[in-house]
């Protein structure tokens, strides 16, 4: 049985998680920190998430372990058989990653401390969003899915993606929802899902031990 690693108030902990869930594989979960002793052998870059495989083996880094979920898994896919709608699904993560989630993390000190950002950084990190955007309504369809008629990995990729730039789209003074249309509906429908809630569950659960281990 795979064993996935780290804690779920992390929104890249909770892609993998997801995935697994909604393919009903049977895993276990290691509630673990990337400071704790030993957890390079699981992840040499000290970074959560990382996966125990079925036979021993180490994965880490979340993209990574999404594509090992889907190809371990073939059950449920979650990415299209053809190559090019495949790799499609991967653009829009891509896309969702480095100019939505990555660029917005950047502000993640200033929301957890409450002390205000320096201009020249949210003037940065406003660039970049724009390109997110910008990459949004050219490449999503939302009908009802990100990349169409379908459930796919970039369904799961944005929306935790999201969960990061929440926390700093007040900072930036950008609406997301109000810049993509159909976004709003999309995170909806999607956080209605029985597995969005009971992950949605799990991170509130695991908050106060976050934050007590970011305080350590």
Not at 53 to 58: I, K, N, P, Q, S
Not at 61 to 82: Q, S
Not at 146 to 165: K, N, P, R
């Amino acid at each position: 049985m795979p064993i996935l690693h780290g804690f779920s108030y992390s929104n890249y902990y909770n892609m993998p998680k997801h995935a697994l869930l909604y393919k009903g594989v049977a895993f276990e979960e290691e509630l673990v920190y990337p400071s704790a002793s030993g957890y390079d052998e699981l992840s040499p870059a000290l970074k959560v998430p990382s996966l125990t495989t079925d036979d021993g083996e180490h994965l880490s880094e979340a993209a990574v372990l999404c594509e090992y979920i889907e190809d371990a898994y073939p059950e449920k896919p979650l990415f299209p058989a053809e190559p090019l709608a495949r790799n499609k699904v991967r653009q829009l993560m891509h896309m969702a990653e480095l100019y939505l989630e990555l660029p917005f993390r950047r502000l993640l000190p200033f929301s957890f401390s409450g002390k205000p950002a320096p201009e020249q950084i949210l003037d940065e990190i406003n660039g970049v969003v724009g390109r997110g955007i910008n990459s949004m309504n050219a490449l999503a369809s939302f009908s009802p899915w990100v990349s169409g008629e379908t459930y796919t990995m970039a369904d799961i990729y944005l929306y935790y993606c999201l969960s990061v730039a929440d926390m700093g789209s007040a900072i930036l003074g950008v609406d997301l929802n109000d810049r993509i249309p159909g976004l709003a509906e999309w995170r909806a429908a999607f956080a209605d899902d029985p597995i969005s809630k009971r992950i949605a569950d799990d991170t509130a659960a695991n908050r106060e031990s976050f934050f007590a281990y970011i305080r350590g």
